[in-house]
C-alpha cells in the first residue's frame, strides 16, 4: 500500500511533542553557524521518528522543517484574523467558525514558549519547563491561550517592524554607498582628464 502524500494525525502530534521537548527548534531562530548545525542535527533525528509512522507520509527533514514553517505561519494569520475580529466587532470567531482547533493552540503555545496539556475535558497551559501534571486551573485557560496568542502577535509585529527598519536602512547604506562609488568614479575622470591635459601642455 503506497504511503500518503501528507501528514498522518499521528505524526503531527510526534511533531508538536518533538518541539515541546525542544522549544528552542520550535521558534526557528538560528543565527550563529554552531545554531544552524544544531537545528540541522535536530531536525533530521525527528525527521527519522516522524517518518517511522507507516499511515503517514515520507518527508526529508528539510521538508519537515519547511512543514512546520509553512504551518506556524498559517496559524499566524489564523490568529491574527480571530484577534482583528475580537477588536472590532468584541466577540470571537467561533460564531463565524474561525477558532483554532487544538492542535493550532499547541502550536501557539509553543511559538510563546508554553506546552498545551490536553486531557478529556479541557485543555491546559502551562510553562514549557513545568511538569505537565502541574495543571493551571481550567477557568484560567481561556484568558491565557487568549493573552499568549496576544503576546506572539505582538512579538510578531515588533520583529516585521524592526526588520523593515533594517531594510530601510540596509537602502540607505545601499544609496550612500552608491554615491560615494559615482563620486570616485567622477574624480577618477577628472583626474584623468587633468593628466591628459598635462601631457598634451608638455
Same mark, same amino acid.
Not at 522549544?23 to 553557524?33: E, F, Q, Y
Not at 510553562?127 to 496576544?150: F, H
Not at 503576546?151 to 523593515?164: H, T
Given at each position: ?5 501528507? *501528514?498522518?494525525?499521528?505524526?503531527? $502530534?510526534? &511533531? ?28 533530521? #533525528?525527528?525527521?527519522?521518528?516522524? !517518518?517511522? $509512522?507507516? !499511515? @503517514?507520509?515520507?518527508?526529508?527533514? =528539510? ?6 514553517? $509553512? ?15 475580537? =477588536?472590532?466587532? @468584541? ?5 463565524? @467558525?474561525?477558532?483554532? +482547533? ?20 479541557? *485543555? ?5 519547563? =513545568?511538569? +505537565?501534571?502541574? /495543571?493551571? *486551573? *481550567?477557568? #484560567?485557560?481561556? +484568558? /491565557? ?15 516585521? #517592524?524592526? $526588520?523593515?527598519?533594517?531594510? /530601510?536602512?540596509?537602502?540607505?547604506? &545601499? ?16 583626474? /584623468? ?7 598634451? #601642455?608638455?
Amino acid at each position: 500500500m503506497p504511503r500518503s502524500t501528507v *501528514p498522518s494525525r499521528v505524526q503531527v $502530534d510526534m &511533531l508538536l511533542e518533538c518541539l515541546e521537548e525542544r522549544p528552542w527548534l520550535a521558534t526557528g531562530h538560528a543565527r550563529t553557524s554552531h545554531a544552524r548545525d544544531r537545528v540541522r542535527a535536530a531536525w533530521r #533525528e525527528i525527521a527519522i521518528q516522524l !517518518n517511522s $509512522d507507516e !499511515n @503517514g507520509c515520507i518527508k526529508s527533514w =528539510q521538508q519537515w522543517s519547511k512543514y512546520w514553517k $509553512d504551518k506556524k505561519s498559517a496559524v499566524k494569520k489564523k490568529a491574527s484574523q480571530i484577534r482583528t475580529g475580537i =477588536q472590532t466587532t @468584541g466577540v470571537d470567531g467561533e460564531e463565524e @467558525g474561525l477558532v483554532l +482547533s487544538t492542535v493550532e493552540e499547541r502550536m501557539v503555545a509553543l511559538m510563546v514558549g508554553r506546552r498545551l496539556v490536553t486531557d478529556r475535558k479541557k *485543555p491546559n497551559i502551562v510553562p514549557i519547563e =513545568q511538569n +505537565s501534571n502541574q /495543571q493551571t *486551573p *481550567p477557568s #484560567e485557560n481561556d +484568558s /491565557q491561550l487568549a493573552s499568549l496568542a496576544e503576546r506572539f502577535i505582538a512579538v510578531e509585529e515588533k520583529r516585521l #517592524e524592526n $526588520d523593515r527598519l533594517v531594510m /530601510q536602512n540596509q537602502q540607505k547604506m &545601499l544609496e550612500i554607498f552608491l554615491a560615494t562609488s559615482e563620486a570616485w568614479t567622477r574624480q577618477a575622470q577628472a583626474i /584623468q582628464e587633468l593628466c591628459a591635459a598635462i601631457k598634451r #601642455e608638455s
